[in-house]
């Protein structure tokens, strides 16, 4: 059986948390570790699962797989979807790839999972998985209905027949799936007994899902088996073919197969999920204190109740506060009732149409060779805290219009400059000329740390005309 683990959201409803560039899969939201490690940590104690394969964004490709070394995870396969294309063509191009990767069982169970869930009861979980898996082998569609404990409006429904499949445990024919309540419509469903959450999870033989394809969704499955033709290695990842792929019609797998098969079949889940939509979601899984309040970082508080305050840089206090969600970054604050939460997509919609980057990227940035900090910034002038990872290297690169002073904290820094290479070690210093091709490089063994300041006309991340890049980027 192969994880396949999808990960291309966004997130942007936990801003400023969640953002384009780094969105709420790779952050440890409830614990120490990412939503993706714990997505894949769950899976630990299932029987005779082969090596993860992931699908992912190109910009998100070196986070991914930085998240999966953390693990100690060396064997997995990351492929790169070009376009967004929903679940669909997500799924089939993972499918079709993974009948690849085990040539001698040509027709693996593929356990699909999405990567920004919160699953609390890990062998509930792992139980619901064994039982959808004899319903899988047996050429069924599984899909994973989660046990409603209240009448939510913000998730689609599924409805099952009452008695369970004979032969298959926990395991229900589903009857027809639902869109989106209204409250009296949801209040129906959750006292009827027969309707369940839908979750975004399944489980199936790669050969069931491509024929039930075939028969509802002929465009996209060609497309699919077109763009894993034209794929290519690139380091750790397996880049489709991007014409074939963004001809793909963009459905979601239950659209495109799962509501028109009479294959299809469900596993009721319990076991304390949450997809983490809102940051009223991700108060109700986190621990709390007497008072009802979820924190994390350095965070003060004198008589407030039922609230999320998250500090990630500074010391937040926060006094006679009910109700409320406070998120303090590095670059912005979020303050809100927690019953308006929602409207947060409205803040960044509108910066969105401003052009504001915190919509995008975070002020600490990650690279494959390691990350940066824009500590200050004005007219002019861009501060940095570069951090190099050991053996890492930046591109070979030049700039049109700024200059760079560079400063090392820690480490030692194998430095070009133009025709000239040279170490510069601790309290050393460099400068580096508006039009001088350069590089840096990490050739030690601890972290490389430094100061860099810019200066010029224009300091924009596109003024970077790269001539060789370890890491593959244009």
Request: aromatic share 6%; hydrophobic share 40%.
């Amino acid at each position: 059986m192969i994880p396949v683990i999808l990960s291309g959201g966004s997130g942007t409803r936990l801003w400023p948390l969640s953002r384009a560039k780094k969105p709420k899969q790779f952050l440890p939201l409830v614990n120490e570790k990412s939503m993706l490690q714990n997505t894949l940590l769950r899976l630990k104690g299932i029987d005779d699962l082969a090596a993860p394969l992931l699908v992912c964004n190109e910009d998100h490709r070196f986070m991914v797989a930085e998240q999966l070394r953390e693990l100690n995870i060396n064997d997995a396969c990351i492929m790169l979807e070009p376009v967004g294309r929903n679940t669909a063509p997500a799924i089939a191009i993972a499918a079709i790839q993974a009948m690849q990767l085990l040539q001698e069982q040509q027709d693996p169970l593929l356990l699909v999972l999405a990567a920004d869930h919160v699953i609390q009861d890990i062998p509930a979980f792992q139980q619901a998985v064994a039982d959808a898996r004899v319903a899988a082998e047996a050429g069924k569609l599984v899909t994973f209905g989660i046990v409603p404990d209240s009448a939510h409006t913000g998730y689609g429904y599924i409805r099952r027949t009452t008695e369970p499949l004979q032969q298959m445990p926990n395991t229900y024919q589903v009857a027809e799936f639902k869109e989106k309540p209204d409250k009296k419509t949801a209040l129906h469903y959750l006292a009827s007994g027969e309707y369940c959450w839908n979750s975004g999870m399944f489980m199936f033989k790669a050969s069931s899902l491509l024929a039930e394809l075939e028969k509802f969704a002929p465009d996209i499955v060609n497309a699919c088996q077109q763009a894993v033709a034209a794929a290519s290695r690139d380091l750790d990842f397996v880049r489709v073919g991007s014409a074939a792929f963004s001809a793909s019609p963009a459905d979601s797998l239950d659209y495109a197969v799962l509501e028109k098969s009479d294959n299809t079949v469900m596993v009721p889940l319990n076991a304390g999920w949450s997809d983490v939509g809102s940051y009223d979601a991700l108060w109700e899984v986190m621990a709390k204190d007497a008072e009802g309040n979820a924190c994390r970082g350095d965070v003060m508080l004198e008589s407030t109740h039922n609230s999320y305050v998250n500090a990630e840089e500074k010391l937040v206090a926060v006094i006679g506060l009910n109700n409320v969600i406070v998120v303090e970054t590095k670059d912005a604050v979020l303050v809100a009732n927690k019953d308006d939460i929602q409207q947060v997509k409205n803040i960044v919609q509108r910066l969105q149409s401003y052009g504001r980057t915190e919509v995008d990227l975070h002020r600490e940035v990650f690279r494959p060779w390691g990350k940066y900090d824009s500590v200050d910034q004005g007219n002019r002038y861009q501060v940095k805290h570069i951090t190099v990872k050991p053996g890492a290297k930046l591109s070979v690169q030049k700039h049109h219009h700024r200059a760079e002073h560079w400063v090392v904290v820690s480490g030692t820094a194998l430095v070009r400059n133009g025709d000239n290479e040279f170490m510069v070690t601790e309290n050393e210093s460099t400068y580096i000329p508006i039009g001088a091709v350069h590089s840096l490089e990490n050739p030690g063994k601890i972290p490389l740390e430094l100061i860099e300041v810019q200066s010029g006309s224009y300091l924009g991340e596109d003024d970077i005309v790269r001539f060789a890049d370890k890491y593959g980027r244009g």
